[in-house]
C-alpha cells in the first residue's frame, strides 16, 4: 500500500466513531484499501479507492503532487440512508481542511467534495471525493 493510502487508511481506523459504524473483518474495521471487496466481508464498510486522478503539483523549487481520492461508504439497502449519510459525514468531517501527515510529504491542502450518492444494487452507497496537494520532503 502507498504512504497515501496508509495515511487514508490510518486515519479512518483510529476514529472511534467511524469504527463504530463499520462491521468488522478479520477482527479489524471492515475498511478496504483493494477491490474487489473480499466476497465474505458483510455491509456496513467502507472502500478507499486508490487515487482517481494524481498529476504533478510542481513548482520552480519544489515537486508535489495533487491527488483526488474516492472514498466510498455502503450500507445495507433496509429503507434508510441515515446510517449511510452518517458514514460519509464522518468521513467529510475527517478530512475536509484536516492536516493528514504523509510519510516524505507535506500536507499543503486537503478539502472534500460530497457525499454524494452512488448508485449499487442491494446497497446503499455514498462517495466522498477527496482532494489533496502534497509536497515531497527532501
Do not use: W
Not at 456496513?44 to 523549487?61: N, R, W
Not at 449519510?85 to 510519510?103: D, G, K, S
Amino acid at each position: 500500500m502507498s504512504v497515501f493510502t496508509q495515511a487514508i487508511y490510518n486515519k479512518l481506523v483510529e476514529d472511534p466513531i467511524l469504527v463504530s459504524m463499520v462491521n468488522l473483518y478479520n477482527n479489524q474495521p471492515a475498511i478496504f484499501t483493494i477491490e474487489p471487496v473480499p466476497g465474505n466481508a458483510r455491509l456496513p464498510y467502507i472502500i478507499v479507492s486508490g487515487p482517481v486522478s494524481d498529476i504533478p503539483f510542481d513548482t520552480k523549487t519544489t515537486i508535489g503532487r495533487e491527488m483526488l481520492v474516492d472514498i466510498r461508504c455502503y450500507t445495507e439497502n433496509q429503507g434508510s440512508r441515515v446510517l449511510v449519510e452518517n458514514m460519509a459525514e464522518r468521513v467529510r468531517e475527517l478530512f475536509h481542511r484536516q492536516y493528514i501527515p504523509v510519510n516524505g510529504y507535506q500536507n499543503i491542502i486537503t478539502e472534500c467534495r460530497g457525499p454524494i450518492f452512488i448508485p449499487e444494487d442491494g446497497a446503499l452507497g455514498m462517495v466522498v471525493t477527496v482532494r489533496f496537494i502534497f509536497e515531497r520532503r527532501n
